[in-house]
């Protein structure tokens, strides 16, 4: 029975990295970007990245605030038939894992 409490104890929360969804990391402020016109991009970085990238895309179920820098678990799916203008990946907000304030 000892036992069985210990299994049960270690297999708790899963590690961010279990979780289903890919970890996208957003900073505090955007950019001016063109795409099929002027706009303003979100700049973003994946997990093991760098640098920051401009992020073209929108994610579906995020309001995105100026000012912090997020954590986000989101799903990436393919669009089967994407606009010509459009991006061929649809981005859907799972969680927020972190918001945090960032001086200016």
């Known amino acids: 029975m000892l036992a069985l409490l210990f299994l049960l104890a ?28 002027a706009m303003e ?13 401009l992020f073209y895309n929108h994610i579906e179920g995020f309001a995105y605030e100026e000012g912090f ?4 678990r989101v799903k990436v799916e393919e669009v089967a038939s ?3 203008d459009g ?6 907000l799972l969680e927020v894992v972190e918001k945090k304030p960032v001086n200016p």
């Not at 820098?69 to 986000?72: A, E, G, N, S």
């Not at 991006?87 to 859907?92: A, C, E, G, N, P």
């Open 82 to 84: 994407p606009p010509a």
């Open 41 to 53: 991009c979100l700049r973003v970085k994946e997990e093991g990245d760098a640098n920051w990238q």
């Open 69 to 72: 820098q997020y954590t986000l």
């Open 10 to 37: 270690a297999c708790g929360e899963p590690t961010p990295q279990d979780k289903p969804g890919q970890l996208l990391y957003v900073a505090p402020y955007g950019t001016a970007c063109i795409g099929v016109g």
């Open 87 to 92: 991006s061929s990946l649809r981005y859907t």
